[in-house]
């Protein structure tokens, strides 16, 4: 099994190029979409694990994984507090490292309970694009597992959904949205 890098895929920004097998892992099932119990246990380990886990505002651009990266460039952009989508892309694309931590990974996406690593965003589109001609497709997708059955629509193309930068605005407004539906007692 190939091992994750700790830096942005070779291929960023989105090489268009032929792309090799993918490096399949099953890492078992991943929530579809985020729910009010994902919303609730994001924000306990966004706030109760060390402060070290999430990065500052002045130090956002240290931050050499693009998940990480973009997921801290949305709670600062959308109002969202420090480190949730952080814990939430950790959670949902992470993948063990040779060091033992988890990190999330751009290509990922979750078949059936099959969690996915692609070398590549062409190889990761391959197979989405596959299993959405297929039909009766749910694929969560990239860095927040954005989830194609609920939420494509969201996206002008289905090649929008890996895209890091669009992927974690969806996931955040996403989040927002689910916040003023089901604020109760919750504050964010």
Known sequence: MKHMLLTNPPDHPFDHSVAPA????????????????????????????????????????????????????????HGIPEGL?????????????????YMPWTWTLNDSGEGLFFDTRQAAFDYLQAAVDAGDHSVDVGCMQVNTKWHMD???????????????????????????????????
């Open 22 to 77: 993918p490096a399949k892992t099953i890492v078992g099932a991943k929530i579809a979409a985020i729910t009010p119990a994902a919303i609730t246990l994001a924000g306990f380990l966004a706030f109760q694990m060390p402060q070290a886990l999430a990065a500052t505002a002045d130090d956002a651009p240290s931050i050499d994984n693009i998940c990480l990266a973009e997921a801290r460039r949305a709670e600062i952009q």
């Open 85 to 101: 989508m952080q814990s939430i892309t950790r959670v949902e694309s992470g993948r063990k490292t040779v060091t033992g931590e």
């Open 154 to 188: 969201g996206f002008f193309e289905l090649a929008d959904m890996l895209d890091p930068v669009q992927n974690a605005d969806y996931a955040a407004s996403f989040l927002l949205d689910l916040f003023a539906a089901h604020k109760a007692g919750m504050a964010l």
